[in-house]
């Protein structure tokens, strides 16, 4: 299966990002979209599985929850927005991954790009970046994997441009 993985759009979702995931099976979107206008957009486009964020106002959190958890080609799979990093976790993630035991944890917030594995809970982390225009991110990135058989693989960092350049 060949997931797209963005967050933080806030209010703006960058044409291209349909185009790079042209060939995706599912959006995964990590939170902080803005305008439900974009996830009409991504819906419209393939089947979405996004949560919400901090600046998401109350008509996009009665469309998304606050928490996805859900298993795709074996790979069990936790999506939220605010949540940290392996040895920087907030308390609710933390018990979040020690009860439900993803393999794939995916958070946005930071507007930050990282990959890693927290080798002592078994789980990957991606944040896939910033790719709206708001936020103090330099470059506007989304994330592109497969997942086969329980695992990530041929994952892709694809950057959009600058936050202030928009082409």
């Known amino acids: 299966m060949r997931i797209g993985l963005l967050s933080d759009t806030h209010s703006y979702l960058d044409p291209a990002i ?18 439900a206008a974009v996830l009409d957009t991504l819906e419209a486009a393939r089947p979405l599985r996004a949560v919400y964020g901090n600046i998401d106002d109350a008509t996009v959190r009665r469309r998304l929850p606050l928490n996805q958890h ?46 890693m594995m927290d080798k002592q809970r078994g789980v990957l982390h991606i ?13 506007r990135t989304v994330v592109r994997f497969t997942v086969e058989r329980g695992r990530v693989e041929n994952l892709e960092v694809i950057e959009l441009g600058l936050r202030g350049k928009i082409d």
């Open 127 to 139: 944040n896939p970046g910033a790719c709206g225009r708001h936020g103090f991110h330099r470059m």
């Open 70 to 115: 859900f298993t795709v080609a074996d790979l069990p799979v936790l999506i939220t927005h605010i949540g940290g990093y392996p040895g920087h976790y907030t308390p609710r993630v933390r018990g979040l991954l020690d009860e439900l035991r993803p393999k794939l944890y995916i958070c946005g917030h930071s507007h930050i790009l990282k990959v």
């Open 18 to 35: 349909l185009e790079h995931f042209r060939d995706c099976d599912e959006i995964w979107h990590a939170g902080d979209v803005g305008d």
